[in-house]
């Protein structure tokens, strides 16, 4: 036997197996990133939700963040809770009512 036929018989297979544990290592470091933006995107909700929910309503340009976030949230795939929220924080006012208006300016 020549040693590029015992090359061929040990050495593709180990570095296939190699390969094959390279893949799966890097599959299971995706899926940890994917996760770890998920839990962001979904703190991140759940604190303008919250914030926002307390004022009685929530700006323009909070409305347009938390849509961005919801949807890319909803692009990895994660839904449940946040639906329900999302529907929650877009029914929020844009504007404060008239009476939270005057309360604020007494605040000042």
């Not at 998920?38 to 929910?53: G, T, V």
């Amino acid at each position: 036997m020549t040693w590029y036929e015992l090359l061929i018989l040990i050495g593709f297979p180990s570095l296939f197996v190699s390969f094959l544990v390279g893949v799966r290592k890097f599959v299971i470091a995706i899926k940890a990133v994917k996760l770890g933006v998920q839990a962001m995107l979904r703190s991140q909700m759940i604190d303008d939700y919250n914030k926002y929910s307390e004022r009685g309503y929530a700006p323009i340009y909070a409305r347009d963040n938390f849509e961005n976030c919801y949807q890319r949230y909803h692009a990895l795939g994660a839904n449940g809770v946040m639906d329900d929220i999302h529907d929650k924080f877009m029914r929020l006012p844009t504007k404060p009512s008239p009476t939270e208006r005057k309360l604020a300016n007494e605040r000042v």
